[in-house]
């Protein structure tokens, strides 16, 4: 910043670097925030999938109930219930798959 007639003076140079120091202590601090907010992200998911989890085998468990008591009105039901089922596991399968090939990806165990 300094101009050619008036070269930098040493207390200009501490100020500068001053500077850069806070500019670099800034962007790790805004990391780490950035890192703890996908940490609480990651926390808040896995507790709503546990919940939805836990919703599933529920209404799972209800279809085999009812197919126990009334097979004839419930199967063709618990058929397409069993389908999505599958589908949906060989999909959570696919997901965790890639999340693992990212993290390898990455550099990190």
């Known amino acids: 910043m300094g101009a050619k ?20 202590m800034l962007a790790l601090n805004v990391a780490s925030e950035v890192l703890e907010a996908f940490r609480l992200i990651d926390s808040s998911l896995i507790h709503t999938l546990s919940a939805v989890d836990m919703k ?18 419930v199967q063709e039901w618990k058929q397409k219930a069993d389908e ?15 999340k693992e090939k990212l993290v390898v990806y990455s550099g990190s165990e």
């Open 56 to 73: 599933n085998r529920q209404i799972y468990s209800s279809f085999e109930q009812a197919y126990l008591e009334n097979p004839a009105k």
């Open 5 to 24: 007639n008036c070269p930098e003076t040493p207390r200009q140079k501490m100020i500068n670097m001053m500077y850069i120091v806070l500019t670099a």
């Open 84 to 98: 999505v089922q599958n589908k949906t596991k060989e999909l959570t399968d696919y997901i965790t798959e890639l």
